[in-house]
């Protein structure tokens, strides 16, 4: 089993920047995939970004340019740096992980999520 926590939502103005963290604990997470998904109200979960366990990193293409995930194996922690904020970003922002090597973007291919955290981007 792996246990992860999000932490660093909160409430910001367009343009501005969050660092989103997930902290993991029970099982190393070194060669697992690590996902961020986000879930607006009233809409379906959808993938944000995935790092896999040699830091090849893949993202939707709306936040490319802007978010980035990276990873601290010796930390068990996994990251989303998110610049550029917008209101379309406004989600609970969920970080998952999966057994296996390859990248992916499907919600399938995650065995583990957290409980969320919210972001508010206001215009």
């Known amino acids: 089993q792996v246990q992860l926590v999000e932490s660093g939502g909160g409430s910001v103005q367009a343009g501005g920047s969050l660092r989103l963290s997930c902290a993991t604990s029970?099982?190393?997470?070194?060669?697992?995939?690590m996902g961020w998904f986000r879930q607006a109200p009233g809409k379906a979960r959808t993938f944000v970004a995935a790092?896999?366990?040699?830091?090849?990193?893949t993202y939707t293409d709306s936040v490319k340019g802007r978010f980035t995930i990276y990873r601290e194996n010796d930390k068990n922690t996994v990251y989303l740096r998110m610049n550029s904020l917008k209101p379309e970003d406004t989600a609970v922002y969920y970080c998952?992980?999966?057994?296996?090597?390859?990248?992916?973007?499907?919600?399938?291919?995650?065995?583990?999520w957290g409980q969320g955290t919210q972001v508010t981007v206001s215009s």
């Open positions: 998952s992980a999966g057994q296996g090597y390859e990248i992916s973007f499907s919600t399938e291919a995650y065995d583990y």
């Open positions: 029970g099982r190393t997470i070194s060669n697992y995939r």
């Open positions: 790092i896999n366990w040699s830091g090849i990193s």
